[in-house]
């Protein structure tokens, strides 16, 4: 029953859009729980019939009205605009096998060609009658072998709190049609210290650009068909607690 309380209050309209005019951020609230988001692209001006090289940058905050840890974030998904699209032709790929067992610098080294995104990951530690612990890691995203046809990534972070610690977070990038969204990635989230860890804060920057076959080729692109681009994000807590926002940015067309 509390689980379908909170999917219904937040379907409800539990969604505020903040920034007036051009919105960029989300606050969302379910009981305690609070999340905060945004993000973006550049440049703002592109084309209205083609796609154009862009980077994208984003945040996610998740805090509680009482200051309380929150239940660990267990899956986390976002959905695109349908006015862009993401190449991977002549971009090197990097395998999980690569990344396993490495820290954030041996990772880079050994896939360093194939970055697409960097970032910076916070979460918060708290064992057994000890104060909470606040632990960061950079953030690191790998263009990964493609998957019955679609792009993946590999989302790479590294922590020593409670002994060394790699994480590899596995993300297939799912062309979709669903009105607005065209794009739908899923991740879930993988414990951290053996469950005694919970996010609390995650930014990212995603773009990468290289030459193939006598071309400039971007990984992300987009165009400005409507005067706008927008994503959702959708989180899902252990605890069942399910909030979901969405952000919306303007852009000029090129003329």
Not at 200 to 228: E, P, Q, V
């Amino acid at each position: 029953m509390r689980k379908t309380l909170l999917r219904a209050g937040i379907v409800a309209g539990v969604v505020g859009l903040v920034v007036a005019g051009s919105a960029y951020a989300f606050r969302v609230q379910v009981g305690k729980v609070i999340v905060i988001g945004g993000g973006g692209f550049s440049p703002a001006t592109l084309p209205k019939d083609r796609d154009a090289p862009i980077r994208l940058h984003g945040y996610g905050k998740i805090e509680t009205t009482d200051g309380s840890a929150p239940s660990p974030l267990k899956k986390l998904v976002f959905e695109f605009d349908k006015h862009g699209s993401v190449e991977t032709r002549g971009l090197p790929v990097c395998r999980k096998a690569q990344l396993e067992n490495t820290d954030t610098a041996a990772a880079r080294k050994a896939c360093g060609d194939a970055i697409v995104g960097k970032g910076v990951g916070t979460a918060v530690v708290n064992f057994p009658e000890q104060k909470p612990i606040v632990a960061s890691s950079p953030l690191t995203i790998f263009n990964g072998p493609p998957k019955n046809g679609n792009p993946t990534i590999f989302v790479h972070a590294y922590l020593d709190v409670g002994g060394p610690s790699t994480f590899i977070v596995p993300v297939t990038i799912q062309r979709i049609h669903d009105g607005r969204y065209g794009f739908k990635t899923e991740a879930e989230i993988p414990k951290i210290v053996n469950g005694y860890g919970t996010p609390l804060y995650g930014r990212l920057s995603i773009g990468r650009t290289w030459r193939y076959k006598g071309k400039t080729l971007s990984y992300a692109n987009a165009r400005c068909a409507d005067g706008r681009l927008q994503a959702k994000a959708q989180l899902t807590f252990k605890d069942g607690t399910f909030l979901q926002g969405t952000v919306f940015k303007a852009c000029q067309v090129k003329k």
